[in-house]
């Protein structure tokens, strides 16, 4: 009931669109750098 009623919000930051060996390293430079704030996701599209 409170995620349908926008409550809560995601803390998804960045999406990489491809589970591609690129992505995967740009990904984990991310992550080491900690550039980022939140959740970093890797999109598997098919």
Do not use: C, F, R, W
């Amino acid at each position: 009931a409170k995620v349908d009623a926008g409550q809560y919000q995601t803390t998804l930051n960045s999406v990489l669109t491809g589970l591609t060996p690129e992505n995967v390293l740009k990904a984990h430079e991310m992550m080491e750098a900690q550039s980022h704030i939140g959740k970093l996701v890797i999109e598997i599209v098919e």
